[in-house]
Every structure is written in structure tokens, then in C-alpha cells.
């Protein structure tokens, strides 16, 4: 198979989630306890996503230690809360660390 | 507002990296980025074509990747609030829904006057989208002359910001479920790879919902 038809194919095989989600989510009153568990199955599987990606990441990620990486969250989430949940700040501070562990071969 | 979009270019840029690396010549690049526009899902395919798997099993390991696209898109197609003549729209505008959009438009929507916010979001989500394709394309143009440490922050980014971001909610219910899939998150992904993380939605997401309310009620 071409590889543009394989991208094609996956493309359409991922927009059936957005699709379902349109057909489904018009249906869905805003003030419902559904709405609210959907909410936080989103919630929790983006998290959880999120932390997978950090503990064990695929691709260029895995080749830094673990140690590196959640050092430099516990400093951005130090920041976060000390400094008025500053998101941007946060993230700046977590990859400065990040960039200099890893630079330092640590 | 200018940081989502930045936030998808950088996140772009290291896709754009690792396509070029493993050979995907650049208008592939942008077509898997702007076609299939969630990173697991386009890192997976990457990764699987490379290592010489079946077309169906490239095509299964793309949409299992994205399936977070499902209950993203059901809580977020309520707040559009429009008349059904809009109906046919939301089909087209969901292909821009990616963490970044969403997670802002579902703090912003709810604020702003329900005959706006599929407009707004359009034009936010568009605007990522666009930051996504021009961080794709500068990726693999910089591929051979990025540090191999930027590549690595840029790649870094991403998780740690979402992070940060989804620790803003206050709803308890919605922090229940974060805390939780943060920590449910790795262990479900090594008892399955392919089923773990809708497991750690299904299950973190449930108990996130109802341990507030439990609580509430004694």
C-alpha cells in the first residue's frame, strides 16, 4: 500500500472518533451527570495520557532518563503552585531544567 | 491566546524531526500532520510503518492512539449551543479539535454568548492547526541542524504543559480525575499497551466523577 494512502486511511480511521463525538455530543444536554462523567473520562484519559507520555514516552523522549524528566516537572509544579499557578512560567521553568540536566548528561 | 498555537508548533516541530528521520519526505509530513492531526496517533504511525507492520495494523494503531478524540469531541460539540442549520459545520470544524483548543475553548465557551462560540472556536482551533503545519514543516526543515537538546525540550513541552494547564481546573470532580489518571496513566499503559489508556479514562474518569459526589453526600 502507498504511503499516502496509508495516511489517508489512518486520517479517516482517526476522524471517526471526531465524527462519533459530533453525533453523540449533539444529543448530549450540557447540565446532564453524562455530560459530566464524559468530562472527566476526557479528563482522566488526557492525563493519563500526558503522565504515560513523561514515564514511559515513545520515540526521541525514551532516550532521557527518567529521573531528568520528572525532576524537571517537580520543579515546574514547585513553581506552579509558589508563584500563582503561572502555567507558561511553569512549562518554561520545567524545560529549562530539562534542557540542562539533559545537556549535562544527567 | 498566542501561546496554544506556539504551544502546537513547538510540539509540531519535533513530529517534523522524527518524520525526517525516518524518511517521510516532507509533503507526507504535512499531509499525516494536517490529515490525521492528533501526535500519538501521527507518532504511531511513524513508528509502526517503520517497523514494518501491516497496513491494518498501522491503520488500527493510528485511530486506538486517537481514540481520546471521542469523548473530547462529545463534551465539546454541546457547548457550541447552535441551531441545527450549523449542524453540518461542526463535522468540518472538529478536524481542528487537539488538546490545546480544546482544553482552552472549554474554559472560554461557557462565557461567551452560545451564537458565537463555534465561530470562535474555528477560528482559535484553526489558528493551532495552522501553528501545527508551519512547526511540522520547520521540523523537517531543521531536522539535520536542530541540537539533538532543543529537539528534546521541544518534544518535553508538550506533556509538561498540559500538565500544568489541566492543574488550573478547580471543579473537584475534574481534579479527582486528573489526579488519579496521572497516576493510574503509566501502570494501565504496561498492563496493556493498546487498551491501558482508555482503561485509565474509563476507570479514572468514573471514580473522579462519582468520590466527589460520595463525599458530598456524607
Same mark, same amino acid.
Given at each position: 500500500m502507498s504511503i499516502t494512502l496509508l495516511i489517508v486511511l489512518s486520517?479517516?480511521?482517526?476522524?471517526?472518533?471526531?465524527?462519533? *463525538?459530533?453525533?453523540? *455530543?449533539?444529543?448530549?444536554?450540557?447540565?446532564?451527570?453524562?455530560?459530566?462523567?464524559?468530562?472527566?473520562?476526557?479528563?482522566?484519559l488526557l492525563a493519563g495520557l500526558m503522565s504515560r507520555v513523561l514515564v514511559f514516552?515513545?520515540?526521541?523522549?525514551?532516550?532521557?532518563s527518567l529521573s531528568a524528566r520528572l525532576a524537571a516537572m517537580v520543579v515546574g509544579f514547585?513553581?506552579?503552585?509558589?508563584? *500563582?499557578?503561572?502555567?507558561?512560567?511553569?512549562?518554561?521553568?520545567?524545560?529549562?531544567?530539562?534542557?540542562?540536566?539533559?545537556?549535562? *548528561?544527567? | 491566546m498566542g501561546v496554544p498555537p506556539l504551544m502546537v508548533l513547538f510540539s509540531m516541530v519535533g513530529f517534523g524531526s522524527l518524520a525526517n528521520s525516518q524518511q517521510l519526505d516532507l509533503w507526507h509530513t504535512l499531509l499525516s500532520a494536517a490529515a490525521i492531526y492528533g501526535m500519538p496517533g501521527q507518532v504511531a504511525m511513524l513508528e509502526l510503518h517503520a517497523t514494518g507492520a501491516s497496513a491494518l495494523a498501522v491503520i488500527a494503531g493510528v485511530s486506538m492512539a486517537n481514540l481520546r478524540f471521542l469523548p473530547m469531541t462529545v463534551v465539546l460539540i454541546p457547548l457550541f449551543a447552535v441551531d441545527d442549520r450549523w449542524y453540518r459545520l461542526r463535522f468540518l470544524v472538529v478536524q481542528t479539535l487537539s488538546v490545546n483548543s480544546w482544553t482552552h475553548c472549554r474554559e472560554i465557551l461557557p462565557e461567551m454568548d452560545a451564537s458565537v462560540r463555534m465561530g470562535f472556536f474555528a477560528g482559535f482551533a484553526t489558528l493551532c492547526f495552522l501553528g501545527g503545519l508551519i512547526g511540522a514543516a520547520l521540523g523537517w526543515v531543521l531536522a539535520s541542524t536542530l541540537?539533538?537538546?532543543?529537539?528534546l525540550v521541544l518534544v518535553f513541552l508538550n506533556p509538561a504543559y498540559f500538565i500544568f494547564l489541566f492543574s488550573c481546573n478547580t471543579r473537584p470532580d475534574i481534579v479527582c480525575a486528573l489526579v488519579l489518571g496521572v497516576i493510574m496513566g503509566p501502570p494501565l499503559y504496561l498492563f496493556s499497551s493498546d487498551w491501558g489508556l482508555l482503561l485509565c479514562g474509563l476507570i479514572a474518569g468514573t471514580l473522579g466523577f462519582l468520590l466527589p459526589r460520595l463525599a458530598e453526600r456524607n
Amino acid at each position: 500500500m502507498s504511503i499516502t494512502l496509508l495516511i489517508v486511511l489512518s486520517a479517516l480511521a482517526t476522524y471517526v472518533w471526531r465524527a462519533g *463525538g459530533v453525533i453523540i *455530543g449533539a444529543r448530549l444536554p450540557v447540565q446532564s451527570a453524562l455530560f459530566h462523567w464524559l468530562s472527566c473520562v476526557a479528563f482522566a484519559l488526557l492525563a493519563g495520557l500526558m503522565s504515560r507520555v513523561l514515564v514511559f514516552p515513545a520515540g526521541v523522549l525514551a532516550e532521557t532518563s527518567l529521573s531528568a524528566r520528572l525532576a524537571a516537572m517537580v520543579v515546574g509544579f514547585s513553581i506552579f503552585l509558589l508563584l *500563582g499557578r503561572r502555567v507558561v512560567l511553569a512549562t518554561l521553568a520545567a524545560a529549562t531544567v530539562f534542557g540542562m540536566l539533559i545537556y549535562t *548528561g544527567f | 491566546m498566542g501561546v496554544p498555537p506556539l504551544m502546537v508548533l513547538f510540539s509540531m516541530v519535533g513530529f517534523g524531526s522524527l518524520a525526517n528521520s525516518q524518511q517521510l519526505d516532507l509533503w507526507h509530513t504535512l499531509l499525516s500532520a494536517a490529515a490525521i492531526y492528533g501526535m500519538p496517533g501521527q507518532v504511531a504511525m511513524l513508528e509502526l510503518h517503520a517497523t514494518g507492520a501491516s497496513a491494518l495494523a498501522v491503520i488500527a494503531g493510528v485511530s486506538m492512539a486517537n481514540l481520546r478524540f471521542l469523548p473530547m469531541t462529545v463534551v465539546l460539540i454541546p457547548l457550541f449551543a447552535v441551531d441545527d442549520r450549523w449542524y453540518r459545520l461542526r463535522f468540518l470544524v472538529v478536524q481542528t479539535l487537539s488538546v490545546n483548543s480544546w482544553t482552552h475553548c472549554r474554559e472560554i465557551l461557557p462565557e461567551m454568548d452560545a451564537s458565537v462560540r463555534m465561530g470562535f472556536f474555528a477560528g482559535f482551533a484553526t489558528l493551532c492547526f495552522l501553528g501545527g503545519l508551519i512547526g511540522a514543516a520547520l521540523g523537517w526543515v531543521l531536522a539535520s541542524t536542530l541540537p539533538a537538546v532543543v529537539t528534546l525540550v521541544l518534544v518535553f513541552l508538550n506533556p509538561a504543559y498540559f500538565i500544568f494547564l489541566f492543574s488550573c481546573n478547580t471543579r473537584p470532580d475534574i481534579v479527582c480525575a486528573l489526579v488519579l489518571g496521572v497516576i493510574m496513566g503509566p501502570p494501565l499503559y504496561l498492563f496493556s499497551s493498546d487498551w491501558g489508556l482508555l482503561l485509565c479514562g474509563l476507570i479514572a474518569g468514573t471514580l473522579g466523577f462519582l468520590l466527589p459526589r460520595l463525599a458530598e453526600r456524607n
